[in-house]
């Protein structure tokens, strides 16, 4: 029995994360890298008695210390935590996948070459000698198709012979290349380095990195070579222009070799569709794309909302038996409350909030498997670089106005952790369809015809907040020296892969499941806590005692204390601010209405409001509410995909903060409007 690690290397859409997950199944966890924003996803399987431990490093377009995604790859590398390095190429588009190979060639780490995706290139009409691959590289070449796990066979069978022959990457001919097209400058920097090179770098690429003026090569050469050579080599690289350009260009010379000799398109150049030509075009592309978002999110939500109302069913269904039962037994009506109110409502919360998920999650899911995601970025991308971001982060934002869990989760597919984390930032700022269901009956109730106007205003301090909320956490997020463009292929369309795109979404669903059921019941617990008490009337309440204690303080937000109390539920879910507002202004009990077992009365509720609350505090109500946290659920999926509690918190304390800063402002405009 023996224990060997697995790194897979390769660029962003390659196919790294499937053979991940296709390796690895539930055997996995999610995290980020010792003190650094870049995720790290590890996992594990076995196979005929020896474990194999799996991680995929973060995804980049080459081994330059540009980005921390890049620099983490590179310390992992030259740790020499891995046995064994799995660089994985789109066999579709192999001429432009391989260039994180001709950038590992000369790091003396045991590799192998995975060809993903032969069946898109077997539709193509391409034919890859992988033989002769093998014989010009001096490394196992293996042509796959991540998504069926069947077509493994071949890659088990290399890990299986590793140990017994242990393969390096041939770099010869791109070292040749390198010497004829750097000329003297190359030769010159070489002679100032260790003929053997240093730790896992060759002597060559070295060089080619210093001539690339790399600041990770350049700190490895200065611990090494003695002063005088080190203050040598700076002269020399002063001298150095465009050292990345034509370090590239040797290195597309090379890959140009390789598909020449082992590459034959046996079949018609693949036209593109009019529907892929218009999805791409300026002038129709963002239209249809959000109109495919919006369908999509109408379909997640076909897939979601039965799921959740199975689960809700089944939750309440449970929850009338298991209090009488437990009553019968002499439980403590406190302890039957507590379970079966507080408990249970959260477990149904996570559980419909883990529907959502997976319905968002499969169908965004397939329309990236299927290639067109990939469209939607690139016709947003302009427009994203506005505000600092990739194209990839309209997804997001307009899921968000189904519901922002879909938004959150949808981040997944941006590549830098500061830009989804800011993009997450930035989402919470869409209101969801919940939302809607409080503003148009408040604002409907005090404003009415002139309602209007209140939520075109609302919709205008919207786009001010992004903004605000863009220039405050860019800063740390997102800062302008480390900001990249989208740099992506455009993958061909092809048929998705069921089995694959099924075991990703029921992964993410589980992830998210256990995340939400410990935040939410840790909070739904205390919320109960406050609101509970044994005659169910609110006046005897904690949530009633602290209510009327600050309220001199929430009236200078121009909110009375039950609309305070409203929006402090809202962040549980935003339709229980109604039933709790139905609740404390009718003195009837508060945790039903947050659960959702009651029905509110509407008209009943409108009247109360308008005999008690003036337009002033209604205005600074609506504010409050529409720019509060979306939700508890929200809250959780975000510390689920920022891996991050403490980004997750700023960014919570930041939205109250300005919901209650707007409030005031709103309150003290209305009083001179009204």
Not at 259 to 273: A, D, L, P
Not at 517 to 534: G, K, M, N
């Amino acid at each position: 029995m023996s224990e060997t690690t697995i790194a897979l290397l390769g660029q962003p859409n390659s196919g790294k994360s499937t053979l991940f997950n296709g390796l690895t199944g539930s055997r996995q966890h999610v995290g980020n890298w010792p003190g650094k924003t870049v995720e790290s996803k590890r996992g594990a399987f076995n196979r005929q008695g020896d474990t194999y431990h799996v991680v995929d490093l973060p995804g980049t377009y080459s081994l330059s210390a540009n980005s921390e995604e890049e620099i983490v790859t590179r310390n992992f590398i030259a740790g020499g935590q891995a046995d064994l390095i799995c660089i994985l190429a789109d066999a579709s588009q192999l001429e432009r996948s391989l260039f994180m190979l001709a950038d590992y060639a000369g790091i003396q780490v045991p590799a192998v070459l995975i060809l993903n995706m032969m069946d898109v290139c077997d539709a193509q009409g391409k034919k890859i000698d992988t033989e002769g691959l093998e014989r010009e590289l001096g490394i196992p070449v293996i042509p796959m198709v991540a998504a069926d796990k069947k077509r493994y066979d071949d890659f088990y069978e290399v890990l299986e012979k590793r140990c017994a022959k242990a393969s390096l990457l041939k770099e010869d001919g791109l070292s040749t290349l390198y010497a004829e097209e750097l000329g003297v400058n190359f030769e010159k920097v070489k002679k100032l380095l260790p003929e053997k090179g240093i730790g896992i770098y060759s002597v060559d690429w070295l060089t080619t990195k210093l001539l690339e003026k790399d600041a990770l090569a350049i700190s490895v050469v200065r611990e090494v070579i003695d002063t005088a050579a080190f203050d040598q080599l700076q002269v020399e690289l002063g001298g150095i222009q465009d050292g990345n350009l034509r370090s590239a260009d040797c290195k597309f010379q090379w890959i140009e070799k390789l598909m020449k000799g082992n590459v034959v398109n046996t079949g018609q150049r693949v036209k593109r569709s009019r529907f892929d030509r218009a999805a791409t075009s300026k002038r129709w592309g963002k239209p249809i794309a959000i109109g495919m978002i919006v369908l999509g999110l109408v379909v997640s939500m076909l897939i979601g909302m039965p799921l959740m109302g199975l689960f809700g069913a089944l939750i309440s269904g449970i929850s009338a038996p298991l209090s009488s039962w437990l009553l019968s037994i002499g439980t403590a009506p406190f302890i039957v409350s507590l379970l079966c109110n507080a408990v249970l409502t959260a477990v149904s919360f996570a559980l419909q909030m883990a529907s959502y998920v997976f319905g968002i999650s499969l169908v965004f899911g397939f329309m990236e498997d299927i290639g067109y995601m990939a469209r939607i970025s690139y016709t947003f991308d302009n427009t994203m670089a506005k505000l600092g971001l990739q194209g990839k982060a309209i997804m997001p934002f307009l899921v968000s106005f189904g519901c922002n869990i879909g938004g959150v989760t949808g981040t997944r597919v941006i590549d830098s952790w500061g830009q989804r984390v800011m993009t997450m930032a930035l989402s919470w700022a869409v209101p969801c369809a919940s939302t809607w269901g409080v503003v148009g009956l408040v604002s409907g109730t005090f404003f009415g015809s002139q309602a209007v106007f209140v939520i075109l205003s609302l919709f205008a301090v919207a786009f001010l907040h992004m903004y605000v909320t863009y220039k405050i956490f860019g800063r740390s997020l997102n800062k302008e020296a480390e900001r990249t463009g989208l740099i992506m292929e455009l993958p061909p369309y092809h048929k998705p892969h069921w089995k694959s795109l099924f075991g990703s979404v029921f992964n993410k669903m589980g992830n998210v499941l256990k995340r939400a059921l410990l935040i939410i019941i840790t909070i739904s617990v205390v919320f109960w806590l406050l609101a509970y008490t044994p005659d169910g009337n609110v006046q005897s309440s904690i949530i009633y005692r602290i209510g009327t204690f600050i309220e001199p303080v929430t009236l200078r937000f121009g909110l009375p204390w039950q609309l305070f109390m409203a929006f402090a539920a809202s962040a549980m879910g935003k339709e229980a601010a109604l039933g709790v507002m139905a609740s404390l202004f009718n003195t009837d009990g508060i945790w039903s209405a947050i659960e959702g077992s009651s029905v509110v009365n509407t008209a009943v509720l409108s009247t109360s409001l308008m005999s008690v609350v003036s337009k002033p505090e209604a205005l600074a109500f609506l504010f409050a509410f529409f720019f509060n946290i979306p939700c508890l659920m929200a809250l959780s999926a975000t510390a689920q995909e920022s891996h991050s509690m403490k980004w997750t918190l700023r960014i919570a304390g930041y939205y109250i903060g300005m919901a209650l800063v707007m409030a005031a402002i709103a309150y003290h405009v209305g009083l001179l409007i009204f």
